[in-house]
């Protein structure tokens, strides 16, 4: 079946310019994540949405991130005024009711500000 | 969270079983043992994951200690497309939370 999907692929934008990374996860799956990538570096958490509830927004850097899950399904993560250290691969995970650690990765965004 | 410790790196040559290590001392009798991989330019992908008893999967054998302080993610026939980072963690499985990958084995297939 389908997996995650990211759009767009690559991104590159000037800094102070805000962009929105669209997420589409699998169909079924309760819960969604973002991360981000810088090059060389782990995982960073964002925000995770399960079901209806509230967002866990503990991992966004700063208030010019901000994102939102339409109807349970996809999600898109809006950057504000962009900046250059916000240069990363963005990636989004889903994963099937009562599977928490076993999560299906999207192929990612590349953004670049320059 | 429990920590894990895996090696930087190991090689192997294709085609030959891969068996790479994963210490964790301190897990939780409620921990589950994940593995993950990162191919070059490529999201993270879910490989595996257990509780006490081994576990095969179309992907990789996963051998769990008997005090589950270690276990040992086995590729039974390594291709060079299993050339890739391989991550360790550990966590409730039915809890949905963020993943945090440590450094990881970066596992290099010789041809």
């Known amino acids: 079946g389908a997996g995650v999907s990211q759009s767009p692929s690559n991104k590159v934008t000037e800094k102070g310019k805000d962009v929105e990374l669209r997420c589409d996860p699998i169909?079924?799956?309760?819960?969604l994540y973002w991360y981000r990538q810088s090059l060389g570096q782990g995982l960073e958490f964002l925000i995770y949405f399960q079901g209806n509830s509230a967002p866990d927004k503990s991992g966004l850097p700063s208030d010019r991130f901000s994102a939102e899950r339409t109807g349970g399904s996809v999600s898109t993560l809006t950057i504000q005024r962009t900046q250059q250290e916000d240069s990363a691969v963005y990636l989004c995970?889903?994963?099937?009711?009562?599977?928490?650690?076993?999560?299906?990765f999207g192929p990612g965004t590349r953004l670049t500000v320059l | 969270d429990a920590k894990t410790t895996q090696p930087n790196s190991m090689e192997s040559n294709e085609e030959e079983p891969v068996h790479l290590p994963c210490n964790h001392s301190?897990?939780?009798?409620?921990?589950?043992i994940h593995w993950y991989r990162q191919l070059p330019s490529q999201g993270p992908e879910y490989v595996i994951h257990g509780l006490t008893s081994n576990v095969n999967n179309r992907m990789a054998s996963l051998a769990i200690a008997e005090d589950r302080k270690s276990s040992t993610l086995i590729l039974h026939r390594a291709t060079l497309r299993d050339a890739a980072v391989y991550y360790c963690i550990l966590g409730l499985s039915g809890s949905a939370r963020q993943l945090t990958f440590g450094s990881g084995t970066q596992l290099t297939v010789l041809p």
């Open positions: 169909s079924g799956h309760t819960a």
């Open positions: 995970a889903s994963s099937p009711p009562g599977s928490g650690l076993e999560q299906f």
């Open positions: 301190t897990i939780s009798g409620t921990d589950y």
